[in-house]
């Protein structure tokens, strides 16, 4: 391919001569190199330009496109090449699989995703992901991590289970440690919060709009099978584990006691929340201070649900039923309806 230089010494030769053959000898060239650049020239077109050349996959392009944009740029070539081959196509494979990469490319294109940096408000994001606890006893227990978005200021509440009971009773301890409830809530799609997804709308738990109707807050969920969309507390979870769960390389011991697991959350929480933040580069105690007012007031009295489910007494049978097992209860009770909690079950 010449360089521009020689370009323009085959464009001067041919200005001077007006023949393509004589210039093709002043600038030692084929003549048919000079007639190609004397055309680019002519017609408008870029003088390095290459030519523009009809490819055997031109035909089957708007195909090619759709399988790939069907299968979200996961279609392979060689199925691609053979549905081509069921529509007449004659080129060889190599030609379909660069046909098929200059798609894809194209594709991942126009659908990357764009992270923008997330610009919190105070008082208005609360984050809540849940992990693996440590074994008391041989029971398995559950971690519950809450961050606040804009103070990072971290929460860890130990948990028995996972159900509406237990999660809505940490989250009214969360607020009261807080002094205040944000405007929302976000979590992942636990079944505690979202029942189903019809046409990509969650449907809420009856339960869970129970609660936040009670605090005045919004339950939001992510984005199903997207990671992307948890944020921040996702490191807190990370953080908590490794400094509460016992392991080969923190050497704690296991811990006996429900008690002493509760201690060791709290002592976490006062260490990560006493010192600096790696990127507010400050304490996010510090900041809570200055969150708190931003965060509105909560009831006085925590929602029911949280403290267990609740059961009617019958009128001739003293007994209700709870996780397929029947409890007795005082013969006339002050009140017809109980509630139960998984905690307060005989084992």
């Known amino acids: 391919m010449k360089s521009d230089g020689e370009i323009m010494e085959i464009l001067a030769a041919y200005e001077l001569t007006g023949s393509f053959r004589a210039a093709a000898e002043l600038a030692d060239c084929s003549h048919h190199t000079v007639a190609k650049h004397v055309a680019a020239r002519d017609a408008g077109r870029p003088i390095a330009e290459r030519a523009v050349r009809d490819r055997v996959t031109d035909a089957f392009m708007p195909k090619i496109e759709e399988m790939v944009d069907r299968s979200n740029s996961r279609v392979r070539a060689d199925k691609v090449h053979r549905t081509l081959r069921l529509l007449g196509y004659e ?37 809540y992901d849940f992990g693996d606890g440590p074994r008391i006893g041989g029971v398995k ?47 992942d799609n636990e079944k505690t919060v979202t029942t189903m997804h019809v046409a990509g709308v969650p ?49 704690l011991a296991e811990y006996t006691t429900f008690a002493g697991l509760e201690s060791a959350c709290e002592a976490f929480m006062d ?66 309806r109980v509630r139960a909690h998984p905690r307060h079950r005989h084992r």
């Open 141 to 187: 227990t559950i971690l519950f991590v809450a961050w606040l978005a804009w103070s990072r200021f971290r929460i860890v509440i130990p948990l028995r289970d996972r159900t509406a009971p237990s999660v809505f009773a940490a989250l009214d301890r969360c607020f009261r440690i807080l002094g205040g409830a944000p405007t929302y809530v976000l979590t």
């Open 271 to 336: 260490e990560v929340n006493h010192r600096e933040h790696r990127v507010t580069r400050r304490k996010p105690a510090a900041m809570l201070a200055e969150e708190q007012p931003r965060l509105h007031r909560i009831p006085d009295a925590a929602h029911t649900v949280a403290f267990g489910l609740s059961r009617t007494v019958p009128q001739n049978t003293p007994m209700v039923t709870f996780e397929n097992a029947q409890y007795s209860v005082p013969a006339h009770p002050r009140r017809p």
């Open 203 to 251: 449907v809420r738990n009856q339960q869970t709009l129970e609660f936040a109707r009670h605090y005045g807050v919004s339950v939001l969920t992510c984005q199903p099978a997207d990671p992307a969309t948890k944020g921040g507390v996702e490191a807190s979870v990370k953080l908590a584990k490794a400094d509460i769960v016992p392991t080969d390389t923190n050497l």
């Open 91 to 127: 080129g060889s494979e190599r030609s379909t699989r660069r046909a098929v990469h200059q798609v894809k490319a194209a594709w991942r294109l126009g659908h990357t995703r764009v992270h923008r940096p997330w610009i919190t408000e105070p008082g208005m994001w609360l984050q």
